[in-house]
């Protein structure tokens, strides 16, 4: 079956980075896009980007253009997304999907990635 | 603030049926076929319930369906269970960017 399995919680502190993995199985990785999506304590869901794993091509969000980077790994199925110089305001669940076309079929577990001095 | 405007909540009563609303522009909902519901339970990742509009994936009860008029895409439920007590959200296709909605609190009562 199709499963997503992301990484362990994170703390970090303010101006540091963070990288979350997601280790896809049970689909043809290079086949499908994978999005990250995060939700903020207590709030919605909000779009970071994604990247094909095809290619390797990416579109990310504007607001976080310039501190955010999507990459993968077709060797062992994994997508990462690294985020740079973090602030109070990135405390939040992170999510990787699976983009089919338009929507986000398969999600994976979340990573909750708390920034706090 | 988010680009597509939902209810933050709707209520309804075991058997009854609810219908969300999802509010766009021209340049989202109204210009592409391409609006997809997730449902979200506490502390749990986000389940894709209604794709393109109104397509169900495999394995959602045929009780979610889902349409779309003009600039508003809406969710209705029919025959209201205890477990779809939940979040709902509605994103859609915006060019090269999906949006999300704000999301709406679904109670059963």
């Known amino acids: 079956q199709v499963q997503l399995v992301q990484s362990g919680a994170e703390v970090k502190k303010p101006g540091a980075s963070v990288k979350v993995s997601c280790k896809a199985s049970g689909y043809t990785f290079t086949s499908y896009g994978i999005s990250w999506v995060r939700q903020a304590p207590g709030q919605g869901l909000e779009w970071m980007g994604w990247?094909?794993?095809?290619?390797?091509?990416?579109n990310y969000a504007q607001k976080l253009q310039g501190r955010v980077t999507m990459t993968t790994d077709t060797s062992t199925s994994t997508a990462y997304m690294e985020l740079r110089s973090l602030r109070s305001d990135d405390t939040a669940v992170y999510y990787c999907?699976?983009?089919?076309?338009?929507?986000?079929?398969?999600w994976g577990q979340g990573t909750l990635v708390t920034v706090s001095s | 603030q988010s680009a597509l405007t939902q209810p933050r909540s709707v209520s309804g009563s075991p058997g009854q049926s609810v219908t969300i609303s999802c509010t766009g522009t021209s340049s989202d909902v109204g210009g592409y076929n391409y609006v997809s519901w997730y449902q979200q339970h506490p502390g749990k990742a986000p389940k894709l319930m209604i794709y393109d509009v109104s397509k169900r994936p495999s394995g959602v009860p045929d009780r979610f369906s889902g349409s779309k008029s003009g600039n508003t895409a809406s969710l209705t439920i029919s025959g209201l269970q205890a477990e779809d007590e939940a979040d709902y959200y509605c994103?859609?296709?915006?060019?090269?960017?999906?949006?999300f909605g704000g999301g709406t609190k679904l109670t059963v009562l």
């Open positions: 994103c859609s296709y915006a060019g090269s960017y999906p949006s």
């Open positions: 999907a699976i983009k089919s076309g338009s929507y986000l079929d398969y």
């Open positions: 990247i094909s794993a095809y290619n390797g091509n990416t």
